[in-house]
Nanobody, 116 residues
Framework: QVQLVESGGGLVQPGGSLRLSCAAS????????MNWYRQAPGKERELVAR????????MYADSVKGRFTIFRDNAKNTVSLQMNSLKPEDTAVYYC?????????WGQGTQVTVSS
């Protein structure tokens, strides 16, 4: 069955870095757009970063541009999110998402907390 398993979350001080990873299985990973979303307490889930299936083109939310980098390894069926210069407002549960409409798959989420 389809699985998206995130890892790499945790507690980090402001200005620090974390790398989130998502291991995918059960579908043709290389054909899917891969996304990272996040949801902070009391807020709606928002798209953070996206990477296309074949060209690897990426896009980012304005709030993370220049600080976050998304990349994928189609040979290993993984997508990662490198997060630098973290701010308290980056605190959220981060979700891996695979999209090839009408199919959409979600991971269970990983908590990122930015606090001193």
């Amino acid at each position: 069955q389809v699985q998206l398993v995130e890892s790499g979350g945790g507690l980090v001080q402001p200005g620090g870095s974390l790398r989130l990873s998502c291991a995918a299985s059960g579908f043709t990973f290389s054909s899917y757009v891969m996304n990272w979303y996040r949801q902070a307490p009391g807020k709606e889930r928002e798209l953070v970063a996206r990477i296309t299936a074949t060209t690897g083109n990426s896009m980012y939310a304005d709030s993370v541009k220049g600080r976050f980098t998304i990349f994928r390894d189609n040979a290993k069926n993984t997508v990662s999110l490198q997060m630098n210069s973290l701010k308290p407002e980056d605190t959220a549960v981060y979700y891996c998402n695979a999209e090839q409409l009408p199919n959409v798959f979600w991971g269970q989420g990983t908590q990122v907390t930015v606090s001193s």
